[in-house]
Nanobody, 132 residues
């Protein structure tokens, strides 16, 4: 069974850093694109960052460029999201998911075809709160 589970969320002050973990099981993070998304109360889900299965492609939302860095550890089968200089507007539930691609500009809105819905795997989320 393909699964991803997020961890690392916490309450931090503005300007501080946090590293989120996306632990995968049932598949290798080297095989598929992993995307990070977030959803704040009353707002739509937003694509934050992605990393391709090859590791050669990464993508970032404009709102986090220069502050967030995505990476992975193949041996631990885990994808990380290093978040720095956090702002109150970064407050949200953060999710990781297996996604179709990280090689297109609109990667956050890409959907799996009907034969691949079994790959539409999302974690339960981890809360990040940035507040003084």
């Amino acid at each position: 069974q393909l699964q991803v589970v997020e961890s690392g969320g916490n309450l931090v002050q503005p300007g501080e850093s946090l590293r989120l973990h996306c632990s995968a099981s049932g598949f290798s993070v080297d095989s598929y694109t992993i995307g990070w998304f977030r959803q704040a109360p009353g707002k739509e889900r937003e694509g934050v960052s992605c990393i391709s299965g090859s590791g050669r492609s990464t993508g970032y939302a404009d709102s986090v460029k220069g502050r967030f860095t995505i990476s992975r550890d193949s041996a631990k089968n885990t994808v990380y999201l290093q978040m720095s200089t956090l702002k109150p507007e970064d407050t949200a539930v953060y999710y990781c998911a297996i996604r179709p691609s990280c090689d297109i500009p609109n990667w956050a809105n890409a959907v799996w075809g009907p034969k691949y819905t079994f790959l539409d795997v999302w974690g339960p989320g981890t809360q990040v709160t940035v507040s003084s």
